[in-house]
């Protein structure tokens, strides 16, 4: 037992712990450069009586205090995939974030210049609760809890995260769309001071993605504001992202200011940029491949040259029980 702890009550991680998470966040921890150094200040969920599947990533945010305090309340459950987890270094330094720049550690990079406070959201479209939401509003109401998931880059990397979030569902409800609403569209922030390479053509800014309404409402979509227990890091999408688990990482839209509900399908940045590469719907799908390469196969991070770590890709990212449903008339080879 290499972790000790000032409280002589708390139980031991082994106590409250399945030994094949405990072993997991035994390996976290060493990635974390924690296991080692003989201490290790136990967080404050620990004496708890649901054990965590991971160990908190220190904060190194510039999240509003408010925020860090809703996380630090957030519900406890454990929520796992029996997958080990991608470490938090390779989930924060690996990143697809355009408008800090191309390459995948340019937004850990380029990213500390996003500013999160403050931060509105303009809801509009069809709607009732039109307006224009601070943070704060839009988080208000709801309880954030850790939700791992599986996660996939169109460019067949793949990892494992704890994100900490809330339910779009439920978020949606409260704007109460119109019946004639039939797709959600996100925006992501435009500022060049903030997000240096938007000065640049890369790509059309802002960064628009959507789902149709009945996608959004699924009850594994889920908006971000946390990761590792933590605050998003900015290369992350802070300080409000989507998450859509069972399609490729794209939708994912990072840094949203705008929530719009329509009648017509959004025009999504990619599948407006490259018609023939990235389709509206995106769901991971092993059997139609991307024109320029296979998307039966991913790498789950950590990889390496010497350890690629393929595995094959599952339908839906795993999550056919889940979502296969919305798609049941559709040709998903041509609405890809
Ligand atoms: N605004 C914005 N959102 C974005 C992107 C982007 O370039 N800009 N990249 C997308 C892509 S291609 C991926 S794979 C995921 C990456 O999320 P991660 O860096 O948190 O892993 O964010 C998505 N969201
Ligand atoms: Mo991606």
Redesign the pocket.
């Known amino acids: 037992m290499l972790i000790t702890t000032s409280n002589p009550n708390a139980p031991l991680s082994s106590d409250i712990t399945p030994e094949s998470v405990y072993l997991e966040r035994r390996t976290l921890l060493k990635s974390l450069g924690y296991i080692g150094t003989g201490s290790l200040l136990l967080p404050h969920w620990a004496n708890a009586a649901i054990a965590r599947p991971y160990d908190v990533a220190p904060e190194r945010t510039n999240a509003p205090a408010w925020l860090k305090q809703k996380i630090n309340a957030r519900q406890l459950q454990a929520n796992s995939t029996g997958e080990s987890l991608t470490p938090y270094d390779s ?1 924060t330094t ?6 800090f720049g191309l390459d995948k550690s340019d ?1 850990a990079e380029n990213a500390g210049t996003l500013k999160m406070e403050p931060w509105k959201v303009t809801v509009d479209g069809l709607c009732n609760k039109a307006g224009i939401y601070t943070l704060e509003d839009i988080l208000k109401p709801h309880a954030l809890e850790d939700r791992i998931y599986r ?1 996939r ?3 067949a990397w793949s ?1 494992v995260v704890p994100w900490l979030g809330f339910s779009l569902a439920d978020l949606i409800k409260r704007f109460e769309p119109k019946s004639d609403a039939k797709y959600i569209e996100f925006t ?1 922030l435009v500022d060049k001071e903030q997000m240096p390479n938007q000065r640049g053509g890369s ?1 059309d800014w802002p ?1 628009v ?1 959507g789902l149709r309404l009945d996608e959004a409402m699924n009850p594994l979509a889920i908006m971000a504001v946390g990761v590792y227990g933590r605050s998003l890091p900015p ?3 802070a300080p409000l ?1 989507l998450i859509t688990p069972w399609k ?3 939708k ?4 949203i200011v705008r929530i719009r509900f329509t009648n017509t399908q959004p025009k999504t940045t990619w599948a407006v940029m490259a018609p023939s590469e990235y389709g509206f719907y995106a769901n991971v799908n092993p059997a139609v491949d991307h024109p320029r390469w296979t998307q039966s196969r991913e790498r789950r991070l950590p990889a390496s040259l010497f350890n690629p770590n393929w595995r094959p890709t599952l339908p839906f990212n795993g999550y056919s029980k889940e979502v296969a449903a919305l798609y049941r008339n559709m040709d998903l080879r041509q609405y890809f």
Do not use: A, D, H
């Not at 690996?94 to 408008?99: A, D, G, H, I, R």
């Open positions: 989930v690996y990143n697809n974030f355009y408008e937004p996660f880059c169109v460019e990892m992501t790509l960064y993605e290369q992350n999408g992202r490729y990482g794209f994912s839209i990072k840094s």
